[in-house]
């Protein structure tokens, strides 16, 4: 630092900054032709450099004052995180397809994968990116539901059919008797010889001559 001299002005070839004479303006400002030292101020788009003079960011950044250095410009629902260095998601979106996006209703997000998958429920689980039925459940009424007893799966019409036993066939979803049988004491029978069916009864009796 430099005295002013007894004029009360700086000497040759100093400049006066904040009230003091100095040799040289310090960073940030320049001499002017009255020798003293102006802030540099940096249009738009552009910032103070180490070199003393304006520079522009590349293209797709911009100029952050807190880290003195370009930093890229976060798109949206992203945030710029000074840890990292880098743009991130904000809370409650994810990276899908290079893109900070929400999870649809009733799917959550795999940061494995990077994608939004199903989010299962009773009896199910997770295969190919979809939702299935357990080992011994199917799927009924659109939820995956096991079988009563004495009934089999079919997966045509997506319903429990009953297991039809001898001399039985199933029709419309039941078990009736095949022809020339009957049901009788719970099964499907032929009457004896010389006897016809009672449907009221639900017995064989003697046929009348």
């Known amino acids: 630092m430099v005295s002013f001299n007894p004029c009360g002005f700086c000497p040759g070839q100093t400049y006066t900054y ?20 102006e802030p540099i101020v940096c249009p738009d788009g552009s910032y103070l450099h180490s070199d003393n003079t304006c520079h522009s960011c590349p293209a797709g950044t911009a100029y952050s004052p807190v880290q003195g250095i370009c930093v890229t410009i976060c798109q949206s629902y992203e945030r710029y995180d000074l840890v990292q260095m880098r743009c991130i998601c904000i809370s409650e979106y994810y990276l899908i397809n290079s893109r900070c996006q929400q999870c649809p209703a009733n799917t959550q997000y795999n940061s494995s994968s990077q994608s939004c998958q199903p989010i299962c429920q009773a009896n199910e689980f997770l295969s190919n990116g979809r939702c299935v039925c357990m080992n011994g459940y199917y799927l009924i009424g659109g939820r995956c539901q096991q079988c009563p007893t004495n009934t089999l799966y079919n997966a045509t019409t997506f319903t429990c059919q009953p297991i039809c036993q001898a001399n039985e066939l199933l029709s419309n979803g039941q078990c009736i008797c095949l022809s020339g049988y009957y049901r009788i004491a719970g099964r499907c029978q032929q009457c004896p010889a010389n006897t016809i069916y009672n449907s009221t009864l639900g017995i064989c009796h003697n046929q009348c001559f």
């Open 18 to 37: 904040q009230g003091q004479c100095i040799k040289v303006c310090p960073h940030g400002t320049r001499p002017i032709s009255n020798y003293t030292c």
